[in-house]
């Protein structure tokens, strides 16, 4: 008997049937699954098939006097860790933002104290709609967890944009993250082996090995100068801790940071970018490449031998620079021992998610994490962080977290990837 159950709300959208495969992934995970379907979802999935693949009773009525007496709606809001609303229809979404409790569903989500994941999917011209847009920030604004839909052709024919309701394996993701964002919660968290409290379970990536790269670089120009940036590696140490936690032998290639080195990671001390390339390049074969650090673009083409001097009257010395070494772009090209999964991070100013998607293509990575740094997000240095993840199925939006939370959110999706292809392999 699993001691991790969550409610899933099915809406009457046509991506309904994902549902089904859901349920039966999220059983085989041993979590434990209750369904409520609204009128309209009956329409596109049945009780009885939801209910054969749950191995529980499906709710679909708030008036059924039976299902009322075994567990009432109250119960049925309460006894989960989560409640996931998949897919949230454009109806879902304007009755939960406007506290509507006119059927079972409504009533299970204003009655319930636990943390709310939706996960929309409609038309493109739904999901676009002023309106629908409304109620999604204000849901967002009530502290309910809103996963950005998929953009990709409709059902319907000729129709594409955002609305798909994302994949099995991405849902699976998201719902593995927030229950351990809601147990994180709940219950006194356990100091890991990395040292620090985790919300991961410790087998999630047992058996991989996870390569990543953290903080800035530097770049002499001299013996005692050198060009550096911004980068703390607070980031890259943290996603590091956090696959540690999840149960991966984790190398961590490291510029120089005042961070101490997370426990139970093996670290690689470097400076320059072309050290960190040989490293990581040493470090293969890995199954995933976290690519975090802020690897400087150009470094000084002919460094001095001797510190330069200042002498009265001279003009400044002129620095030449010529362009490092792509680790991203490189270790993505490098064949049979290129990692399955390719992790790049884009610190960008500006239009972040448009560069982001750019940097996908050209540097042939998997998925993109892109972060906008510019000085008033406080984010460079700081301990949060605002991240849009990138991949071929679109942008997805996450909300401010911890750059922990980020951690554990990234590394239990990469977790559900490899699950996922295991999966797919069987
Ligand atoms: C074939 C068909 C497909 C539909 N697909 C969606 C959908 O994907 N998303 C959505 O928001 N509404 C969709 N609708 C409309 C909803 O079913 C309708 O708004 C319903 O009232 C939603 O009820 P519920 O929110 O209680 O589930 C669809 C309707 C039909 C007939």
């Known amino acids: 008997m699993t001691d991790r159950r969550i409610v899933l709300i099915i809406g009457g959208g046509i991506a309904a049937y994902k549902c089904l495969d859901l349920i039966r992934r999220l059983k085989e995970r041993g979590i434990g699954v209750r369904v409520v379907l609204t009128r309209a979802a009956e329409q596109f999935v049945t009780p009885l098939s939801?209910?054969?693949?749950?191995?529980?009773?499906?709710?679909?009525?708030?008036?059924?006097?039976?299902?009322?007496?075994?567990?009432?709606?109250?119960?049925?809001?309460?006894?989960a860790e989560l409640i996931v609303v998949a897919p949230a229809t454009a109806d879902l979404l304007a009755k939960m933002a406007g506290g509507h409790a006119d059927d079972l569903a409504s009533t299970v989500l204003m009655a319930t104290d636990k943390p709310v994941l939706v996960a929309p999917a409609m038309n493109p011209r739904m999901w676009m709609h002023p309106a629908t847009q409304r109620n999604v920030a204000?849901?967002?604004?009530?502290?309910?967890?809103?996963?950005?839909?998929a953009v990709g052709e409709m059902a319907e024919r000729g129709e594409a944009g955002?609305?798909?309701?994302?994949?099995?394996?991405?849902l699976l993701a998201a719902i593995l993250a927030a229950l351990d964002r809601s147990k994180a919660r709940?219950?006194?968290?356990?100091?890991?082996?990395?040292?620090?409290?985790?919300?991961?379970?410790?087998?999630?990536?047992?058996?991989?090995?996870?390569l990543v790269t953290s903080g800035p670089t530097h770049e002499p120009i001299d013996p005692v100068r050198y060009i550096a940036n911004r980068s703390s590696g607070k980031q890259g140490h943290a996603i590091a801790a956090a696959a540690a936690a999840a149960g991966a032998r984790v190398t961590l290639i490291s510029g120089?940071?005042?961070?101490p080195d997370p426990a139970g990671v093996d670290v690689v001390h470097v400076e320059t970018a072309a050290q960190m390339l040989e490293a990581a390049q040493s470090a293969l074969p890995a199954d995933a490449g976290i690519f975090t650090a802020a690897v400087a673009d150009w470094r000084v083409a002919t460094p001095g031998t001797q510190k330069i001097k200042k002498s009265v009257g001279a003009k400044a010395p002129k620095l030449s620079l010529t362009e490092n070494p792509d680790i991203l772009k490189t270790i993505a090209a490098s064949g049979p021992s290129r990692?399955?999964?390719?992790?790049?991070?884009?610190?960008?100013?500006?239009?972040?998610?448009?560069?982001?998607?750019g940097k996908l293509k050209s540097k042939n990575a998997d998925w993109i994490v892109a972060n906008d740094v510019s000085p008033e997000t406080g984010i460079m240095g700081g301990d949060h962080n605002l991240v849009h993840l990138v991949t071929v199925n679109g942008v997805e939006t996450w909300p401010e977290m911890s750059k922990s939370a980020v951690a554990e959110q990234l590394i239990a999706r990469i977790a559900a990837h490899f699950a996922s292809r295991k999966d797919a392999a069987e």
């Open 186 to 210: 709940a219950i006194p968290l356990t100091a890991s082996k990395t040292g620090r409290a985790s919300g991961l379970p410790a087998q999630l990536l047992a058996g991989r090995h996870v």
């Open 162 to 170: 955002p609305g798909r309701l994302p994949e099995v394996p991405e």
């Open 138 to 149: 204000q849901l967002r604004a009530d502290g309910i967890t809103v996963i950005e839909p």
């Open 339 to 357: 990692p399955q999964l390719i992790v790049g991070f884009a610190a960008e100013t500006n239009d972040v998610a448009e560069y982001a998607a």
């Open 50 to 79: 939801v209910g054969a693949l749950s191995n529980e009773p499906v709710f679909t009525n708030l008036f059924d006097l039976n299902a009322e007496r075994e567990i009432g709606h109250i119960r049925l809001s309460r006894e």
């Open 256 to 259: 120089p940071v005042s961070l």
